[in-house]
Structure formats: structure tokens, C-alpha cells
């Protein structure tokens, strides 16, 4: 045992003694919400977004939220803090809670909080400087009219599906597609390509409305370079010029191999290299203290 603690329903607890029960939903079913945050040098980066985009989320699935949005941004900093932890990774958890062998939340009469914090660096390593080499993968995006992407669930099943696929082709990371052949989304972040100057991702229907995301669109936006929001296909990811992702773990990370081709020149672009060191010096000064003075 290390020392971290786990916050559970109201208990700060060691890790290796957080434990829920066989018969939470959140494990039998998948039936619980999560988010994924960031702290960066005593700061959390995006906590009142990411707690907003939690409570939607259980709101989407019907999950009362077992405290309110000041409660839980209060747990979260209490967490890193007997970690003693400045650069972190975050994960808030609630569950249906405890039920049955039954499908009905009905059955659940209390959900569960859970929190886990701990220590974070570079998700992709000497990756930032060469650049991730991705394949397409045959797992297709859960149809929004089904599962919608936008409910950060339990369940990831999916994402899982195409990360496995990925991993046997020899990519770093998968980028899924959705029923209709449209760019979704990676296993766990979001696409951005670059072509003729012109920023373009995918609009948040197939895919999730990734926090990292709208920081890389205010960026994109203040430093003044075209940007829109379309469908995008395979032609576009092959022909681009500049390729990149984002997500809370992932940052910003350049893409520089598509399905064994190069992206552009095969190198990290200029326009890349920007949006990075932009999205850095935010992470250094933006954020909600964890310690006081």
C-alpha cells in the first residue's frame, strides 16, 4: 500500500480497502457516469466544467446525483489534497448503486460517489514530439439514437473494442468511425484536422463533447485561425495537411501516421505545434486552487 486514499460515500478510505459491492449497477451493468480530470502544478484545469458535464450526464440516464455541484467540486480537492498531489488525474465516479440481479435502477436506492485521484504525466511520452501513428478500426461509434456518445458512462465497452483493434494493428491510438462512415472519434478523445489553414472537427452528435475540445476551439478561435464544424470521411483523415487530438488525459497530441501513410509531411505541423504550446500555457496559469496561499 502507497498511502493514497479513495474517497467513498463519504469516507476517505486507503485504496487498497475501496471496495463497492457485487451488486452496485455501476459494476453489474455499467449504470453509473464518470468524468476525467486534470490537475496541473496545485491547479484543477476545467473542474466547473467537467462537474457541469457529469451532472448532464447523469441527468441524461435518469441518476440523481448524490450531492450537489459545490459539494463535489469540495470532495475533489479534499482527495488531492490528503494525496498530496499537484499534477494529477481525477476520476469522479457515481454509480446506480446497490440493487439486484435485475435490469431496473428502480432497485437502487442510493447511488455511490466515488473518487480517485492520482499522479499524471505526459499520457503519450516522446509522442508529443513525433507524433502518434493511428488506424481506423471496424468497431463501429455506438449510434447516438442508441447509446448516446455524449453520456460519459460507465459502459465503454465500445471505446474498449476499438482500442483492442487498435493495439493488434500496432497503432497508438484507434480512430473510430460511426454507422454512416463519418469521422466519430478516437478511444478516448476527440479529432481535429488541418488542411489549407482551415481547422475542422466533427460537430458533437457522434461523439463526445470533450472538454479539451472547447479549449483547443477558444484557442483556434483567439489566435485568429479559420475554423468549422463539419461531417468529416477517410478522404479528409488521408488528405490532411495537420492532424491532431484532444482529450483530458491525452492534451493535445499530434497525429503524423494515418493506416501507415504519413499526415502531410509526416511530421508534427506548425499550425499543431501552436495549438500545443498555446494549450500548455493555459494549463499553467488557468485552474482551481487545491491549496491555499
Same mark, same amino acid.
Request: charged share 30%.
Given at each position: 500500500?502507497?498511502?493514497?486514499?479513495?474517497?467513498?460515500?463519504?469516507?476517505?478510505?486507503?485504496?487498497?480497502?475501496?471496495?463497492?459491492?457485487?451488486?452496485?449497477?455501476?459494476?453489474?451493468?455499467?449504470?453509473g457516469?464518470f468524468?476525467g480530470?486534470?490537475?496541473?502544478?496545485?491547479?484543477?484545469?476545467?473542474?466547473?466544467?467537467?462537474?457541469?458535464?457529469?451532472?448532464?450526464?447523469?441527468?441524461?440516464?435518469?441518476l440523481?446525483?448524490?450531492?450537489s $455541484? !459545490?459539494?463535489?467540486?469540495? #470532495? /475533489?480537492? =479534499?482527495?488531492?489534497?490528503?494525496n498530496?498531489l499537484? @499534477?494529477?488525474?481525477?476520476?469522479?465516479?457515481?454509480?446506480?448503486g446497490?440493487?439486484?440481479?435485475?435490469?431496473d435502477?428502480?432497485?437502487?436506492?442510493?447511488?455511490?460517489?466515488i473518487?480517485?485521484t492520482q499522479?499524471?504525466?505526459?499520457?503519450?511520452?516522446?509522442?508529443?514530439?513525433?507524433?502518434?501513428s493511428?488506424?481506423?478500426v471496424?468497431?463501429?461509434?455506438?449510434?447516438?439514437?442508441?447509446?448516446?456518445?455524449?453520456?460519459?458512462?460507465?459502459n465503454?465497452?465500445?471505446?474498449?473494442?476499438?482500442?483492442?483493434?487498435?493495439?493488434?494493428?500496432?497503432?497508438d491510438e484507434?480512430?473510430i468511425?460511426?454507422?454512416?462512415?463519418?469521422?466519430?472519434?478516437?478511444?478516448?478523445?476527440?479529432?481535429?484536422v488541418?488542411?489549407?489553414?482551415?481547422?475542422?472537427?466533427?460537430?458533437?452528435?457522434?461523439?463526445?463533447?470533450?472538454?479539451? $475540445? !472547447?479549449?483547443?476551439?477558444? #484557442? /483556434?478561435? =483567439?489566435?485568429?485561425?479559420?475554423?468549422?464544424?463539419? @461531417?468529416l470521411?477517410?478522404f479528409d483523415?488521408?488528405?490532411?495537411?495537420?492532424?491532431?487530438?484532444?482529450?483530458?488525459?491525452?492534451?493535445?497530441?499530434?497525429?503524423?501516421?494515418?493506416?501507415?501513410?504519413?499526415?502531410?509531411?509526416?511530421?508534427?505541423?506548425?499550425?499543431t505545434?501552436r495549438?500545443m504550446?498555446?494549450?500548455?500555457?493555459?494549463?499553467?496559469?488557468?485552474?482551481?486552487?487545491?491549496?491555499?496561499?
Open positions: 500500500m502507497d498511502g493514497m486514499v479513495v474517497y467513498i460515500d463519504g469516507k476517505f478510505v486507503p485504496k487498497d480497502e475501496a471496495k463497492i459491492s457485487v451488486y452496485d449497477h455501476g459494476f453489474l451493468y455499467g449504470d457516469v468524468e480530470i486534470r490537475a496541473y502544478d496545485g491547479r484543477v484545469f476545467r473542474l466547473d466544467e467537467h462537474v457541469d458535464r457529469m451532472f448532464d450526464s447523469a441527468r441524461a440516464i435518469d440523481e446525483m448524490p450531492v $455541484r !459545490e459539494k463535489l467540486k469540495s #470532495i /475533489i480537492l =479534499e482527495c488531492l489534497r490528503r498530496n499537484r @499534477n494529477a488525474y481525477i476520476r469522479p465516479i457515481v454509480t446506480r446497490v440493487g439486484d440481479l435485475g435490469l435502477p428502480r432497485k437502487c436506492k442510493k447511488p455511490s460517489l473518487v480517485i499522479e499524471w504525466g505526459a499520457m503519450y511520452g516522446d509522442l508529443y514530439d513525433r507524433g502518434l493511428v488506424v481506423t471496424c468497431i463501429r461509434r455506438n449510434s447516438y439514437d442508441a447509446l448516446p456518445p455524449n453520456i460519459k458512462s460507465l465503454y465497452l465500445n471505446n474498449i473494442l476499438a482500442k483492442i483493434e487498435a493495439n493488434v494493428k500496432g497503432g484507434a480512430i468511425l460511426d454507422s454512416n462512415g463519418f469521422v466519430s472519434e478516437g478511444s478516448g478523445d476527440n479529432i481535429f488541418i488542411k489549407k489553414g482551415v481547422v475542422t472537427t466533427p460537430p458533437t452528435v457522434n461523439n463526445l463533447k470533450g472538454i479539451t $475540445r !472547447e479549449v483547443a476551439i477558444e #484557442i /483556434i478561435e =483567439e489566435i485568429g485561425l479559420p475554423f468549422k464544424e463539419a @461531417n470521411g477517410l483523415l488521408y488528405t490532411a495537411d495537420e492532424m491532431f487530438v484532444t482529450g483530458t488525459a491525452a492534451e493535445i497530441a499530434p497525429i503524423t501516421r494515418i493506416d501507415g501513410r504519413p499526415v502531410g509531411d509526416g511530421k508534427v505541423g506548425k499550425i505545434k495549438l504550446e498555446e494549450f500548455k500555457k493555459r494549463t499553467e496559469v488557468e485552474g482551481t486552487p487545491i491549496y491555499e496561499g
